[in-house]
């Protein structure tokens, strides 16, 4: 994948830089990673083709960036974004990694809290973005729970029926759904969240404070990033017992965690077929 052109390419994006190594890493199911090695430091550097994911990085370079700007939580640095033929590079400050101790874990908590304090009155963002490798859309509304179902949910529901992962019954059983979330979701402001934020998607650094990465920025409900945490095995207990020192949860978190849930799992289900159908139908059965 790293062609001679992609070298030149890099080369050009890194300006005075002297490229000394190129090292693949395991990266996820869309990108192509790499730590490029200099003569003075070393970049993050992810691949992917153009065509197949039009405009990821650029997204992803404006979410990074947007995070940043708030100066709450550690975002690595966008070093530049370019295009050469099909191929998108995104190249970013390399992060040397730590221990994850209960004094990691007691920060991100309050970090976290910290970034879904910033708020909006409207939900979505002012562009679209991804979410994994499905194109996400965040035309603003003005509450939660039409955003969550227009834009979120309905989108997901239709590609999986086109594709034959759901059947009309289900989607009807969103619908019933749908008629409660105004009593699931007291009006809350809009908080700005990561989007994606499961147990792949931070990052702990040499001085034990978290580090986010690969997000899919909007501003939603503080929930969809609280949800996503408990997914894939879920974080530390004292992650969670700061962030609720620091922004207490609704009594009813639990409930929409697991509501707010679906979008990631409905994702998940387009992308990767019917091994999270059970899991889906067994949240909308309760409803």
Not at 22 to 28: C, F, K, N, P, R
Not at 40 to 46: Q, T, Y
Not at 76 to 90: F, S
Not at 251 to 265: H, T
């Amino acid at each position: 994948m790293m062609t001679a052109a992609l070298q030149s390419f890099l080369k050009q994006l890194l300006k005075e830089e002297t490229i000394v190594q190129y090292t693949a890493l395991g990266g996820g199911s869309i990108n192509y990673t790499y730590r490029i090695t200099t003569s003075k430091e070393n970049f993050f550097c992810k691949i992917n083709k153009y065509s197949s994911f039009p405009g990821m990085f650029e997204a992803e370079r404006a979410g990074l960036e947007l995070l940043a700007s708030k100066q709450v939580i550690r975002i690595p640095r966008v070093i530049a974004a370019g295009r050469i033929n099909d191929n998108q590079v995104l190249l970013l400050e390399w992060i040397e990694q730590g221990l994850r101790t209960d004094a990691f874990w007691t920060s991100f908590g309050e970090q976290l809290a910290a970034l879904h304090h910033i708020q909006q009155k409207q939900f979505g963002l002012n562009t679209d973005n991804y979410m994994g490798a499905l194109p996400q859309n965040n035309q603003p509304a003005e509450n939660w729970v039409d955003f969550f179902i227009q834009k979120r949910l309905q989108p997901q529901l239709k590609l999986a029926v086109d594709h034959h992962l759901l059947e009309p019954t289900h989607v009807s059983r969103f619908e019933k759904l749908y008629q409660q979330l105004p009593a699931v979701f007291p009006v809350e402001p809009a908080s700005l969240l990561h989007g994606d934020l499961w147990s792949g998607n931070f990052l702990c650094d040499v001085q034990e404070k978290p580090v986010l990465i690969d997000p899919a920025v909007y501003y939603g409900h503080r929930s969809v990033d609280m949800a996503m945490t408990t997914l894939f095995g879920g974080f530390d207990g004292l992650f969670y017992d700061s962030y609720q020192y620091h922004f207490p949860l609704p009594a009813n978190y639990r409930e929409q965690w697991e509501i707010c849930n679906l979008y990631p799992l409905l994702v998940h289900l387009n992308l990767f077929g019917k091994s999270y159908l059970a899991d889906i139908l067994d949240t909308i059965r309760r409803y």
